[in-house]
């Protein structure tokens, strides 16, 4: 293993940001061309990734003669917003997944994820992994934009419960998967768990799915089956979204991932002060809720809930 210093700047009082990587390289007689990069912490309140990155380097460090390709990890692209908490690059309160492709002119957040895709560049397989916010959970799942659909079949073998395929948004042209599939890096976006927490049975569940994935590209070689989840895709359903009709407090009576009827109660929001309930929280279809609210503090209109289920008829 080596590691690698991508971007370095001083900062005022002395202190220095630096992004640094994890390479994993075979040894000459053993090498694969194709490359992966493994990046997470874009968003500082984002700490799932950091989990997969231990596990996946723990992994790589106790079994370094089955490596064939390069596995570059990057842990921690936003460190002063994982030091600071918070999910914007501090001071400037820029979301660094909104400033891709960047510019190296510009001012520092806009300078960092330019020299972030310029050093991803080149690989054949990228996985940026996410978490949610405080507010939601996610079951482990990965978007794809309609654009890079020739995704799916990676994606499929990445053990992830749902795949969502959406519809191109302006705004996702300044992301870093978006700028990595523009630039020819095939780039998956894991999104899982609940921000500023750790999942610790998703993070075992996606090591599973990175080195299936590994084994099936020739990056590293091992003779262990990994059983891998056939997920869902929404390219056969719809997405259903439940918003709160009152404000309070949401208190669950379904477990996250449940397979759902229509009309099963999710939860009820109730008003704690004049102990009324306020309303019941019912499944709108049949499907799987692959989203759920985690902070139970409600306003109407707050997103309660995602649903994948069959198309109308």
């Not at 370095?8 to 992004?19: A, D, H, Q, R």
């Not at 990445?158 to 969502?164: K, Q, R, T, V």
């Not at 929001?269 to 102990?275: A, F, Q, R, S």
């Amino acid at each position: 293993m080596e590691i690698e210093e991508i971007f370095s700047t001083n900062l005022p009082v002395g202190e220095k940001f630096s992004i640094k990587k994890a390479r994993f390289s075979p040894t000459k007689e053993m090498k694969n061309q194709k490359r992966i990069s493994i990046v997470t912490g874009i968003h500082g309140d984002e700490l799932e990734g950091q989990f997969v990155v231990y596990l996946l380097a723990d992994w790589l460090n106790n079994n370094q003669d089955k490596i064939r390709g390069t596995i570059d990890l990057y842990p921690a692209i936003n460190s002063l917003g994982i030091d600071s908490i918070t999910r914007s690059f501090p001071v400037y309160e820029v979301d660094l997944n909104r400033a891709f492709p960047g510019d190296k002119t510009s001012v520092l957040p806009s300078h960092v994820v330019y020299e972030v895709s310029q050093d991803v560049k080149g690989s054949d397989i990228a996985i940026d992994i996410h978490s949610s916010n405080i507010f939601l959970k996610e079951i482990p799942q990965i978007r794809i934009n309609k654009q890079f659909a020739d995704t799916i079949p990676l994606a499929k073998e990445l053990n992830c419960d749902f795949i969502w395929v959406h519809d191109a948004v302006t705004v996702l042209e300044a992301t870093f998967s978006h700028t990595m599939n523009q630039l020819g890096t095939k780039t998956l976006v894991v999104e899982m768990g609940v921000g500023m927490t750790l999942t610790q049975k998703y993070g075992y569940q996606l090591l599973d799915g990175i080195l299936n994935l590994m084994n099936k590209e020739g990056i590293i070689e091992t003779d262990e089956v990994y059983e891998i989840r056939e997920p869902f895709t929404s390219e056969i359903g719809d997405v259903y979204f439940l918003n709160a009709e009152a404000s309070g407090l949401f208190i669950q009576d379904i477990k996250h991932c449940a397979v759902i009827n229509k009309g099963d109660k999710i939860g009820q929001i109730v008003d704690p002060l004049t102990g009324a309930l306020k309303c019941e929280v019912i499944a709108p279809n049949k499907g799987i809720l692959f989203t759920l609210r985690e902070f139970p503090v409600v306003y109407e209109g707050s997103l309660l809930a995602r649903i994948f289920g069959e198309k109308d008829e």
